[in-house]
T-cell receptor
Framework: GNSVTQMEGPVTLSEEAFLTINCTYT??????LFWYVQYPGEGLQLLLK?????DKGSNKGFEATYRKETTSFHLEKGSVQVSDSAVYFC???????????FGTGTSLTVIP | EAGVTQSPTHLIKTRGQQATLRCSPI?????VYWYQQALGLGLQFLLW???????NRGNFPPRFSGRQFPNYSSELNVNALELEDSALYLC????????????FGSGTRLTVV
């Protein structure tokens, strides 16, 4: 089947620290991979995506590389800010079918 | 451009009652998706509508149902509410194919007492 596994949270970092949130997937085909972010009291927003192996998605200083050999899509940011405090969801989807499969989310808190 | 709008923002119901949640997609989007975000359970896929038809549903009982109107807005109905139905219900929309990802609304917080 199709599924996404994210590292357990919560994660607490100091401002300007390096962030990695691990994400691995299981898929029956060749999915597109996504990271979504949910700020407190809001819905999910698309952060970045990658549609094929070795693609790198990037946005707002975050980046993730689609690694087919390790079935991973780890989220990284070199220097986090307090405003990055949110819940991050890794997800996969297929070109046909439209349904997204989400991980359980990783809560990030950045302290000044 | 208006985003995905959901109403109401909050809804409090008594066990056994029915709840109706509404969603308006982004203009031009024909697909609407419903997800349940219960505490500690991540996002669980509920329903997918496209062009007025139900295309897929998740592993939820039949008392979770919905429809999509000709203007592509959608309604989620939950009958015979149970305490465990308390959750944030998120609606998302996408263009046909959904290749660019979903756009989510801010959700309806349903509390069953």
């Amino acid at each position: 089947g199709n599924s996404v596994t994210q590292m357990e949270g919560p994660v607490t970092l100091s401002e300007e620290a390096f962030l990695t949130i691990n994400c691995t997937y299981t898929a029956t085909g060749y999915p597109s991979l996504f990271w979504y972010v949910q700020y407190p009291g809001e819905g999910l927003q698309l952060l970045l995506k990658a549609t094929k192996a070795d693609d790198k998605g990037s946005n707002k200083g975050f980046e993730a590389t689609y690694r087919k050999e390790t079935t991973s899509f780890h989220l990284e940011k070199g220097s986090v800010q307090v405003s990055d405090s949110a819940v991050y969801f890794c997800a996969l989807s297929f070109v046909l079918g439209n349904q997204f499969y989400f991980g359980t989310g990783t809560s990030l808190t950045v302290i000044p | 451009e208006a985003g995905v709008t959901q109403s109401p923002t909050h809804l409090i119901k008594t066990r056994g009652q029915q709840a109706t949640l509404r969603c308006s997609p982004i203009s031009g989007h024909t697909s609407v998706y419903w997800y349940q975000q219960a505490l500690g359970l991540g996002l669980q896929f509920l329903l997918w509508y496209d062009e007025g038809e139900e295309r897929n549903r998740g592993n939820f009982p039949p008392r979770f149902s919905g429809r999509q109107f000709p203007n592509y807005s959608s309604e989620l109905n939950v009958n015979a509410l149970e305490l465990e139905d308390s959750a944030l219900y998120l609606c998302a929309s996408s263009s046909k194919g959904g290749f660019d990802g979903y756009t989510f609304g801010s959700g309806t917080r349903l509390t069953v007492v």
